[in-house]
């Protein structure tokens, strides 16, 4: 079992910017691909941002592209999204995931067995 706990999440206006973490426990993470999902009222879960065992690739999704960057410290059991330039749309509560099934940077739901308990972020205008 993978214990997944995410940190970071707060409200904060528009053009801001807010680092989340993800502490993993139990099992070690550093060999599964980790991604970021988003979920914001009455609306799906959405991917945001993935990242390989390695660190070594990472995939956005289109809307935060040049503006979150997902990291790694596979010493700490830390995965990071680091956001800039915040947009309201931005706000939902964010979710991080491991993958035992997938490879590389996965963006869909069911690839990831492990998850957080989610963190708030609020983007006012």
């Known amino acids: 079992q993978v214990q997944l706990v995410e940190s970071g999440g707060e409200l904060v206006q528009a053009g801001g910017s807010l680092r989340l973490s993800c502490a993993a426990s139990?099992?070690?993470?550093?060999?599964?691909?980790v991604g970021w999902f988003r979920q914001a009222p009455g609306k799906e879960r959405e991917f945001v941002a993935s990242i390989s065992w390695s660190g070594g690739s990472t995939y956005y999704t289109d809307s935060v592209k040049g503006r979150f960057t997902i990291s790694r410290d596979n010493a700490k059991n830390t995965v990071y999204l680091q956001m800039n330039s915040l947009k309201p749309e931005d706000t939902a509560v964010y979710y991080c995931?491991?993958?035992?099934?997938?490879?590389?940077?996965?963006?869909?739901?069911?690839?990831?067995?492990?998850w957080g308990q989610g963190t708030q972020v609020t983007v006012s205008s």
């Open positions: 139990g099992r070690t993470f550093s060999s599964y691909p």
């Open positions: 995931a491991a993958s035992m099934l997938g490879m590389g940077t996965p963006t869909a739901t069911h690839m990831y067995n492990y």
